[in-house]
T-cell receptor, first 110, second 117 residues
Framework: RKEVEQDPGPFNVPEGATVAFNCTYS??????FFWYRQDCRKEPKLLMS???SGNEDGRFTAQLNRASQYISLLIRDSKLSDSATYLC???????????FGAGTRLFVKA | GAVVSQHPSRVICKSGTSVKIECRSL??????MFWYRQFPKQSLMLMAT?????????EQGVEKDKFLINHASLTLSTLTVTSAHPEDSSFYICSARVEAGGRREQYFGPGTRLTVT
């Protein structure tokens, strides 16, 4: 079993749609969590950190459920520019090891 | 955000040769840098953690004698792929960790696309 698992995708949605990505992690020692965005043939870029209290940044909302070892990302009012691969990331205690999920590909169409 | 550069961005080499990839933190000092490899349509796989002034910590299955990592300063880490083979062709990405205000974030370099012929 992979340490970080994500919906395989791809997700094909129309502009303006709301889309949710799910992610689970198996290592209970994981302490910090992030969502990254990766465009084709480019490096990942940090989208947002994920906190237990949940956090929102514009159209993006991230949630963490430590009891279920589950992380989510919600994108509202999808834009064409949101098309990318979204990577769920878990970092263990002390930040000495970062595990990436396989990513979920999102296609937003006009 | 913090800026991390990589050089070269793209390299083509012949089988059996060695290739060195540089990773630099441009506007901050990074005691820890990470090296990842990404094959097409797959996620990033951590190869090793590079700590300034000490030996790198390699992930299971990564040959330390093949992938030489040197972190000689707080702003530079290098990855040398020795005796490269076609199966080493991949996208190599480094990242540097920044800690500030109790938060810890990773910033990635733009990656180096290696093709071994």
């Amino acid at each position: 079993r992979k340490e970080v698992e994500q919906d395989p995708g791809p997700f094909n949605v129309p502009e303006g749609a709301t889309v949710a990505f799910n992610c689970t992690y198996s290592n209970s020692a994981s302490q910090s969590f992030f969502w990254y965005r990766q465009d084709c043939r480019k490096e990942p870029k940090l989208l947002m950190s994920v906190y237990s209290s949940g956090n929102e940044d514009g159209r993006f909302t991230a949630q963490l459920n430590r009891a279920s070892q589950y992380i989510s990302l919600l994108i509202r009012d999808s834009k064409l520019s949101d098309s990318a691969t979204y990577l769920c990331v878990a970092e263990n205690t002390g930040g000495f090891k970062t595990i990436f999920g396989a990513g979920t590909r999102l296609f937003v169409k006009a | 955000g913090a800026v991390v550069s990589q050089h070269p961005s793209r390299v083509i080499c012949k089988s059996g040769t060695s290739v060195k990839i540089e990773c630099r933190s441009l506007d901050f000092q990074a005691t820890t840098m990470f090296w990842y490899r990404q094959f097409p349509k797959q996620s990033l796989m951590l190869m090793a953690t590079s700590n300034e002034g000490s030996k790198a910590t390699y992930e299971q299955g990564v040959e330390k004698d093949k992938f030489l990592i040197n972190h000689a300063s707080l702003t530079l880490s290098t990855l040398t792929v020795t005796s490269a083979h076609p199966e080493d062709s991949s996208f190599y990405i480094c990242s540097a960790r920044v800690e500030a205000g109790g938060r810890r974030e990773q910033y990635f370099g733009p990656g180096t696309r290696l093709t071994v012929t």
